[in-house]
């Protein structure tokens, strides 16, 4: 919808809504707010949520394949932004789950192609998806790091009354050290696990460079590629296509 100035439009109405609904909730969580404006918050949600409703019915109706609209992630979540206010309202007792329309904060992702940083939005989304591989392994190495220096810090530091009781609590240190967050709920206190601590520390500041440096190699490789475009299929609803693009990547449906 957003290829043509009405669906600009139209996508631009529905962002400023649910950036709008958002609010409500939040502000509603807010207990003094909630008990002095409770009247106000019941007529605006109940608004929203007619109005979302509305635009729920319209895409079902509108796509293609309704089955797969209502099967897909952005379906199940624009489903899901509606249904806890009916059944508060037919059940009662359910006012809980009205926390779940938080969610409608999710479709303001869908809402971003109408922006105008879209061309570097893509190509970031790219770089993610190419290098996804590598960041897999690096993070299975982190994986395996914490668990080896979280046993050595164990063995360092057993019997010494420092907050190392087991293997498993000390790989939950060597984790906060090396991401540099340092809680604070357990140090060592003998001089070797002092200095073994340091060594992690610094390895941390290291190791947080290495998912950026894959990412930005990966959209340096990009810059010398096709640009890509935003034209989205109307078979498959994907998205992210070569500019030069004539079919669809992922189902082969023409653009």
Partial sequence: ??????????????????????AVIMMESVQQLE??????FHTLEWVFTILFTIEYVLRVWCSPKPEKYMRSFYGIIDLLCVVPTYLDFLLGGAHFLISIRILRMLRIFRIFKL?????????????????????????????LLTIVLGSIMYVIESGHNSGFTSIPVSIYWAVVTLT???????????????????????????IIAVPTGIVTAEMTRMRAGAS????????????????????????????
């Fill in 35 to 40: 008990l002095k404006y409770y009247q106000l």
């Fill in 228 to 255: 890509v475009t935003v034209r989205t299929c109307p078979e498959c609803h994907k998205d992210t296509f070569d500019e030069d693009a004539t079919f669809c990547k992922y189902c082969g449906h023409h653009l």
């Fill in 180 to 206: 540099t967050v340092g809680y604070g709920d357990i140090a060592p206190i003998t001089p070797l696990g002092q200095a073994f601590s340091a060594v992690i520390m610094i390895m941390g500041y290291a």
């Fill in 1 to 22: 919808m957003a290829d043509t100035p009405a669906g600009r439009i139209f996508d631009t109405m529905l962002l400023l809504a649910i950036l709008t609904s958002v």
């Fill in 115 to 143: 922006v105008p940083f879209l061309h570097e939005g893509q190509q970031l989304t790219l770089a993610l998806q190419r290098s996804r591989r590598k960041i897999a392994v690096f993070f299975f190495f982190i994986l």
